[in-house]
């Protein structure tokens, strides 16, 4: 058991503790990207608000997905029209209350078929830009074969006729989530990790709580609300979620699985979206890597921690060969994730294929007044949450206390040039060189000083290893901010690491554990427990699978 003299255990205890003192206004179960705005958006409107997560912020799909915040350009050939109209309007809203987080990135749309191929896929492009991306990233260009070629050269030439390029957002998902999270807590919400929602409380048919566990100590105690939010993602109504649904089916997990390869295997200035068989993969650029898929199967699993399958990895490197001459093979692939899409489902209708279905959210308000998020996409997480907020106050409750969120910034938010002399000025004042001050800005916007000041105090302004951007303040960091308490938490979502380094952060993971182990008490025994815990785990959700 950890020494509860931590400074940081402590305050996270006065955090649980007051989940059983207080009667909320509202209690959100899940912290995924959506239970994150929906809490943000709750406390910003003057409610009080708490949040519980089982596992850690964004454990689940909120820390697996592509990483962009897009209209959807592959939704236009199913007439969703309106999905990508509202997804292009959230995507401006993500660039200006959180420019630190989402930026527009250049993407590369190769086009190979007939005569036809070049104005049909143009005309879908124009329409995109019509809908809303032109706002952002300006209107869609046309390059030549040659031109084409000169960007990317392994690109096939067989059936080549150009390329669209344009322009969509990225984002880091888990870093996101988790600054939802710092922002409501500064307008004074409550969130708490490790503790799980067991079961619904309810009173004269209405429920009025939830009954729940702490996962570090064990205490049962019960939560009491006047609204409850169901955003578990794709444990909604499961038979083993807190909330289960009976026969109903609300969700239908759909597998989307990415790999991870080095940079210079893939020579090319711009991401790419490639266009497959019913969908796109997509090529998205991390600073060192290429982030590359998706897949899209459904999945009825256990939803806990899924592991890539050898299937999947090799279908993408098939998808990206068949389109590029660079013969990836599964020695390039660095690593691997998969994460599971919670599609909403027609309750009592047939599921049909994860493919074509609705990336449309939908909200449910049950009989005894459990309020149910699900579906939608990370894009969308915003609008999202401020309509289920609106469903848990009920339509006059909602008109006189609005959703605030469109034009509240997210923790860390400046203008991008504040942002780049930022980045700038802690390089002349820490010796630090540009590079790291850069990703140190784009991973926490303006309170990159504040981490910088605390490393500059602890004597931990060193890299966490010479050819890794982060910096050993970092961990300490996150553990006292950001409620990092396993090396999991640190080397899967308060950075990449586990998914960058081949090794999964093997190199790093002790230094990790060293620093968490000074602000959570741990003994020697529980650091070497923690590198263990966490290696065993991250081999197995982050490696290409071996051969069955």
């Known amino acids: 058991m950890t020494n509860p003299s931590s400074a940081v255990l402590d305050a996270r205890q006065q955090d ?208 009491h609300a006047a609204s409850v939010i169901d955003a578990t993602g794709v444990w909604t109504g499961r038979a083993d979620g807190p909330f289960p649904a009976g026969n109903v089916r609300l969700t239908l997990p759909s597998r989307g699985t990415h790999i991870v390869v080095r940079r210079d295997r893939i020579p090319s200035q711009y991401g790419l979206t490639l266009r497959i068989p019913h969908r796109v993969c997509f090529l998205v650029p991390w600073p060192d890597r290429w982030v590359i898929g998706t897949t899209d199967h459904e999945d009825n699993d256990a939803p806990d921690r899924p592991a890539p399958t050898l299937a999947e990895v090799d279908e993408i490197l098939a998808n990206v060969n068949g389109t590029l001459d660079v013969s990836l093979t599964r020695r390039d692939v660095v690593g691997a994730f998969a994460g599971l899409r919670p599609l909403a489902t027609d309750p009592g209708g047939a599921a049909g294929s994860t493919v074509k279905a609705s990336r449309e959210h939908r909200i449910r308000t049950e009989p005894n007044g459990l309020v149910r998020i699900s579906g939608g996409k990370f894009t969308t997480y915003r609008l999202m949450a401020a309509q289920t907020v609106d469903a848990a106050l009920g339509r006059v409750a909602a008109r006189t206390r609005p959703s605030r969120t469109a034009e509240l910034p997210i923790s860390g938010a400046a203008s991008l040039p504040e942002l780049h002399t930022l980045a700038a000025t802690i390089a002349a004042e820490s010796g630090l060189d540009s590079y790291r001050t850069e990703r140190l800005v784009a991973r926490f916007g303006t309170q990159a000083s504040d981490v910088v000041g605390l490393g500059r105090e602890l004597g931990l302004l060193r890299p966490l290893a010479p050819d890794i951007a982060q910096l050993e303040a970092e961990v300490t960091w996150s553990v006292r901010n950001e409620s990092a308490l396993s090396v999991d938490d640190f080397l899967s979502r308060r950075t990449r690491l586990a998914h960058e380094l081949a090794d999964r952060g093997a190199v790093v993971a002790p230094r990790v554990a060293e620093l968490m182990g000074a602000e959570l008490a741990w003994s020697a025994a529980e650091k070497a427990g923690a590198v263990s815990t966490y290696l065993a785990s991250a081999h197995r959700e982050y490696d290409v699978p071996p051969e069955a």
């Open 16 to 223: 649980f503790d007051a989940l059983a003192g207080e009667r909320w206004d509202v209690l959100v179960v899940g912290g995924g990207i959506t239970g994150c705005g929906v809490l943000l958006d709750a406390v910003s409107r003057g409610l009080r608000a708490a949040l519980i997560e089982g596992d850690d912020i964004a454990a689940g799909t909120s820390s697996r997905s592509s990483g962009l915040i897009h209209g959807g350009l592959r939704y236009l050939e199913q007439f969703q029209i309106g999905l990508v109209r509202e997804a292009l309007r959230e995507r401006a809203t993500l660039l200006r209350i959180a420019p630190h987080l989402v930026r527009l990135e250049p993407f590369l749309f190769p086009v190979y078929g007939g005569p036809w191929a070049r104005p049909f896929f143009g005309a879908g492009l124009t329409l995109y830009d019509l809908l809303g991306a032109s706002a952002d990233g300006g209107f869609h260009k046309h390059l030549s074969v040659g031109d084409t070629l000169a960007t990317v050269p392994g690109l096939r030439r067989k059936g080549l006729r150009g390329a669209f390029l344009y322009h969509d957002g990225q984002e880091d998902d888990a870093r996101y989530a988790i600054s939802v999270v710092r922002t409501a807590r500064a307008q004074g919400a409550v969130a708490v990790t490790r503790v799980r929602a067991l079961r619904g409380i309810e009173e004269g048919g209405r429920i009025v709580g939830c009954a729940v566990r702490d996962g570090l100590t064990g205490s049962e105690i019960d939560v």
